[in-house]
């Protein structure tokens, strides 16, 4: 089975919204904002990319990248890699024609079909609704956490608070950086 992982810089009280400055949010760019940029701390983003063989998103998180991406050097092997987007209103003519082969698929029990097929790692960022609801169905095997040393209180939220039983995580690598980021590197315990 193909391993999912989940990706996210999230605030140690677990919100993830406007990491990046997208307007609309008082803390957009928190990642960024009063936060000493410390380029080791984001190695793992790099090896991350070089390893996926395919993006997951959710119609939301398409709608910030798809626009953006294609065009970034940084992003360049994601550019080569299938796209999956999980909606159940967009539709093929709603995608970018610069990204490559993008699928779009329509519910969780298709997200678990690609999972099943041949092929390497599958990464999502971001795409906090999404994420929430994989990690409830069982999904997600793997984190990729940039936990950042702020509490910002109202935001969207990785995980759910769902009334479920615990998930035992696996702490399988880690490291703090001098700017209280911490990587935190979690195999969920199926
Ligand atoms: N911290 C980080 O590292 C990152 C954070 N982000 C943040 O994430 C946020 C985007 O996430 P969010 O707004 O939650 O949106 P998502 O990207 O999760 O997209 C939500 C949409 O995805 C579709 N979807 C989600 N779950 C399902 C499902 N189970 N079945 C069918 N369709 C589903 C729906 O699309 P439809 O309505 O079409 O049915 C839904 O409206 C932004 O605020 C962005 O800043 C983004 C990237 C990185
Ligand atoms: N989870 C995650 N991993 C990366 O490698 C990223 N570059 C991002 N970026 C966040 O997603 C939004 C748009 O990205 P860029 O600004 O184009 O990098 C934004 O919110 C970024 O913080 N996320």
Redesign the pocket.
Known sequence: MRTLIS????SLDGV?????G?PG?RNAGW?FKDIEFVPEAYEIKGREQEESTAIL??????E??SPVWPDREEFAHYKTIPKYV?????TDKDLVSNWGETTI????DEVAALKETKGGSIII???????R??SDAGLIDRYHLLVFPLLLGA??R?FSNTDKDAQKLKLVEYQAFSNGVQKNVFDVVH
């Open positions: 990706s996210a810089f999230v993830v919204e406007a990491p990046g997208e949010y990642t998103m959710g119609r939301l998180s398409y910030v990248f999980v909606s159940t209103t967009l698929l329509r519910s969780l960022h971001g795409s906090a609704t999404l994420n609801s994989l935001g969207k990785l």
